[in-house]
């Protein structure tokens, strides 16, 4: 999150001693991934045979008028799991 505000893609506000957070200039839609799995767990007869693997940190993808560089943690997605309603894959 501290990088996401870093950029520009959050806005901090205070209003009231009330923060809140406002999508940045040109950005249309922010979506919390989370994890992103690696390796499925192995599941047989309702029990975990193996754990399932992710990816390192926090994932989420940013809808935005303007390319904002992530450098070692920008991930290039080339098969979407999800879309924005009024865009294709």
């Known amino acids: 999150m501290k990088d996401l505000l870093k950029k520009g893609v ?3 506000t205070t209003f009231n001693e009330v923060t809140s957070l406002t999508y940045g200039t040109g950005i ?4 919390e991934i989370g994890q992103i799995v690696l390796t499925p767990a192995v599941i047989e007869d309702m029990l975990i045979i193996t754990d399932a693997t992710y ?3 926090h994932h989420y993808d940013v809808m935005s008028e303007q390319s ?5 943690a920008e991930i290039e997605v080339n098969n979407p799991k999800h879309n924005f309603a009024g865009y294709n894959k």
């Not at 249309?28 to 979506?31: D, G, L, Y």
């Not at 904002?68 to 070692?72: D, H």
């Open 68 to 72: 904002i560089s992530f450098g070692k």
């Open 28 to 31: 249309h839609a922010v979506v």
């Open 55 to 57: 990816l390192d940190g």
């Open 10 to 12: 959050y806005v901090e």
